[in-house]
């Protein structure tokens, strides 16, 4: 049975830091792309950032470039996601998603990804 889990959510102030981790089970992901997304109350869900199968090509959302940092291990199965300089608007549940495809591309789409974990909660406080 795949599953992702995602762990390392919670409260921080506007500033702050936190790595988010995910971890695969089920089933070798190593060849797949992975990705982050996020959905806030009331909100659809969005693309954050993407990581290739090898971690040699990634892309985020102009909303986090420069913050946000994705990286992966395959070996452990476990992609993260370090998020730095927070702000409010980052607020939200996080998923991470395992791609249909190797990489390539943007990937910036939620139809573009086959597996999702349930989710961490991040809340940015003022």
């Known amino acids: 049975q795949v599953q992702l889990v995602e762990s390392g959510g919670g409260l921080v102030q506007a500033g702050g830091s936190l790595r988010l981790t995910c971890a695969t089970s089920?089933?070798?992901?190593?060849?797949?792309?992975m990705g982050w997304f996020r959905q806030a109350p009331g909100k659809e869900r969005e693309f954050v950032a993407f990581?290739?199968?090898?971690?040699?090509?990634?892309n985020y959302a102009d909303s986090v470039k420069g913050r946000f940092t994705i990286s992966r291990d395959n070996a452990k199965s476990t992609v993260d996601l370090q998020m730095n300089s927070l702000k409010p608007e980052d607020s939200a549940v996080y998923y991470c998603?395992?791609?249909?495809?190797?990489?390539?591309?943007?990937?910036?789409?939620?139809?573009?990804?086959?597996?999702w974990g349930q989710g961490t909660q991040v809340t940015v406080s003022s």
């Open positions: 990581i290739d199968w090898i971690g040699s090509n990634t």
């Open positions: 998603a395992v791609g249909y495809y190797a990489g390539g591309g943007r990937r910036t789409l939620p139809s573009e990804y086959a597996y």
């Open positions: 089920g089933r070798s992901f190593k060849y797949n792309a």
